[in-house]
């Protein structure tokens, strides 16, 4: 991260009516380096935006006292388009953060309660898209003709959508630990099917961006519907089925702000079917886009609960019609001849820990530190080290191995 993000020059207006989490947002900003503006009102907000011009993040609560802050944001978007708005709030309502989102009204959203880290994260990657787009203003008003340094803020901005993207998956993570794995395996195998389909770098890149984010749709569906559908459809109520189904639809307006050509594509269609009985739009044969084909296949591979034999049996009586046949038949072959990637994950209690286990989820403390990371191998010192530490401060998360 450069310097200038956490240099003094970053100012954060911060606007709750929540004197707590306003004092307690300032201190996050203000360890991050920058200067700290608070204010309880909009209008106290206005104010304070009159005030000072060099303001770069503005964080801000939905529910105001003296009006709604999306109301404001769209009053600032015209205004001081310049400045990044973060909206606060409970479990994200999906339509009003879609429609804050594609509208261009916010840069993000921050769900209560809120971690520090994740306070930081959002404001960093704020920071960071706030100068590059002065950064790019600056060239593009001083007519540069040095092309590297074009070249080089272009990079920096694909390493910030890099990182939003990792922030999304990070969030999916957060919201289920064993969806976040599922796409993390199904990306690795859509990449592997592309390759064989001599993709260009760039379909190469969407398509993986794609497949780690193809469920962030399931954060609109209780968690409580989506258990019950890995079981089977049939204990699902008509909205519950409902709601499942509108997931690609609505992970497909989640990915818009990333602005990454074909993502929201795939994402749309990968669960459509070769024969055209899929959803949401019923897209069969070649009217069926060719990464979303791909998508589909690991996807259900992965999700299937049988054993990989019986998942690789699946996907090949399937082909033709669920499955692209030409697609289906490249990834069994991947299957064959790589057999390493058909590993998955497992979940075992901290009785169960054995040394030689490699570890598919980061180990934590109940106050967020972090113990061992992930795809470590477990060994005898460091399984009393985590044994130690549930004694004395108990761990609240899942355990998860690669078998």
Same mark, same amino acid.
């Given at each position: 991260m450069s310097a200038e993000i956490s240099s003094i020059k970053n100012t954060v207006l911060i606007v709750d009516d929540d004197e707590q989490l306003l004092e307690l947002l300032g201190e996050i900003?203000?360890?991050?380096? =920058?200067? #700290?503006?608070? /204010?309880?009102?909009?209008?106290?907000? &206005?104010?304070?935006?009159?005030?000072?011009?060099?303001?770069?993040?503005?964080?801000?609560?939905?529910?105001?006292?003296?009006?709604?802050?999306?109301?404001? =944001? &769209?009053?600032? $978007?015209? #205004?001081?388009?310049? !400045?990044?708005?973060?909206l606060i709030t409970g479990f994200p309502e999906t339509q009003v953060a879609l429609t804050a989102i594609n509208d261009g009204e916010i840069f993000r959203f921050i769900t209560k309660p809120c971690t520090a880290e994740n306070v930081q994260l959002t404001l960093r990657e704020a920071m960071e898209r706030f100068r590059l787009v002065q950064e790019n203003q600056r060239l593009?008003? /001083?007519?540069?003709?040095?092309?590297?340094?074009?070249?080089? !803020?272009? @990079? /920096?901005?694909?390493?910030?959508?890099?990182?939003?993207?990792?922030? =999304?998956?990070d969030l999916l993570d957060h919201f289920d630990h064993v969806l976040a794995s599922?796409?993390?395996?199904?990306?690795?195998?859509? !990449?592997?099917?592309?390759k064989t389909f001599q993709l260009s770098p760039e379909e190469l890149n969407s398509l993986e961006m794609a497949a780690e984010m193809h469920d962030i749709g399931l954060i609109s569906v209780s968690r409580s519907a989506h258990s019950c559908q890995q079981l089977g459809w049939n204990d699902l109520s008509p909205s519950q089925q409902a709601a499942l189904h509108a997931h690609p639809k609505t992970g497909s307006e989640l990915v818009q702000f990333l602005q990454q050509k074909g993502v929201p594509e795939i994402i749309l269609a990968h669960h459509e079917w070769f024969n055209g009985n899929g959803y949401p739009n019923g897209l069969a044969g070649d009217r069926l886009p060719l990464l979303a084909a791909i998508l589909a296949i690991p996807d259900a591979y992965d999700e299937v609960p049988m054993e990989r034999t019986d998942a690789a049996r699946f996907i090949e009586d399937n082909l033709g019609t669920r499955f692209h046949p030409e697609v289906g038949r490249?990834?069994? &072959? +991947?299957?064959?001849?790589?057999?390493?990637?058909?590993? &998955?994950?497992?979940?075992?209690? +901290?009785?169960?820990?054995? /040394?030689? @286990? $490699?570890?598919? =989820?980061?180990?934590s403390s109940a106050s967020g530190v972090l113990l061992v990371p992930k795809g470590q191998i477990l060994t005898p010192k460091l399984i009393h080290y985590i044994l130690q530490h549930n004694v004395s401060d108990p761990l609240t998360q899942r355990l998860f191995i690669s078998v």
């Open positions: 900003v203000q360890d991050m380096g =920058c200067i #700290s503006l608070q /204010a309880s009102t909009i209008a106290a907000a &206005r104010k304070c935006l009159a005030e000072n011009k060099n303001i770069s993040v503005l964080l801000f609560d939905q529910a105001l006292p003296d009006g709604n802050g999306l109301d404001f =944001c &769209r009053e600032l $978007k015209r #205004s001081r388009p310049e !400045t990044l708005r973060i593009q008003a /001083a007519l540069i003709a040095g092309n590297e340094e074009l070249q080089k !803020t272009n @990079m /920096a901005l694909q390493q910030a959508l890099s990182n939003s993207v990792r922030l =999304c998956f599922h796409s993390s395996r199904v990306a690795k195998w859509a !990449t592997a099917i592309g490249a990834f069994l &072959r +991947i299957l064959q001849d790589r057999p390493e990637m058909a590993e &998955r994950e497992r979940e075992v209690l +901290i009785s169960e820990l054995e /040394a030689g @286990m $490699k570890l598919s =989820c980061n180990v």
